[in-house]
């Protein structure tokens, strides 16, 4: 079963716009993460929040974590071309260094 | 450090046959991990191992799967009597172990199709 839930499941923006993207997850977590697959390619990790952080920025990333509503967002701001791949997010069952699961993930255009 | 590794990228074969996919670690990174994903779908957890010894198995892994890493090194992931439900993307994916947070290093995966 999949723990996590991401929201919309795809997204087409121009480029230099924001993209946001959101996760829902069902049970209690130490971390979410996120990572981006390109077409065809292996996941790349991009950030991790911890279950006591808020908010965490990254370069163009910033993702925020609501425990309270066991949700999390990513945003990307000023969108390139080359930010067009599928974005997840994914959360260990239990502990901080068990198995991740990953939502379905996000297709992400950015049109030129 | 040159990654994760996977072999074969892609491998195509006929239903029935039996498949063999390798993955190489990180250096000095205890846990590895397989996952299988599917179009449009995201990474599905198969199995893991904490050096040599295989910790976890997914339900996901019919007793046509098997998978080793019989030196706490690399790992062979292997499908016997291939179905055309096990057409899929085998991702491999590893990490330091104990003290870590959790982040996955992942291989660039190896594509099946059975025909």
Known sequence: SQQGEEDPQALSIQEGE??????????????????????GRGL???????????????????????????SSS????????????????????????????????ITLSVRP | DTGVSQDPRHKITKRGQNVTFRC?????HNRLYWYRQTLGQGPEFLTYFQNEAQLEKSRLLS????????????STLEIQRTEQGDS????????P???????????????LTVL
């Not at chain 1, 080359?82 to 974005?87: E, G, K, R």
Request: net charge positive; proline share 2%.
């Open chain 2, 97 to 111: 172990g104990q003290g870590n947070t959790g982040e996955l290093f992942f291989g660039e995966g190896s594509r």
């Open chain 2, 63 to 74: 007793d046509r799967f098997s998978a080793e890493r019989p030196k706490g090194s690399f």
């Open chain 1, 74 to 105: 990513l945003l990307i701001t000023a969108s390139r071309a080359a930010d067009t791949a599928s974005y997840f997010c994914a959360t260990p069952l239990t502990g901080a260094n068990s198995k991740l699961t990953f939502g379905k993930g």
């Open chain 2, 24 to 28: 190489d670690p990180i250096s000095e």
């Open chain 1, 18 to 39: 924001n993209a946001t993207m959101n996760c829902s997850y069902k049970t209690s977590i130490n971390n979410l993460q996120w990572y981006r697959q390109n077409s």
């Open chain 1, 44 to 70: 790349v990790h991009l950030i991790l929040i911890r279950s006591n952080e808020r908010e965490k920025h990254s370069g163009r990333l910033r993702v925020t974590l609501d425990t309270s509503k066991k």
């Open chain 2, 88 to 95: 899929a993307m085998y991702l491999c994916a590893s990490n």
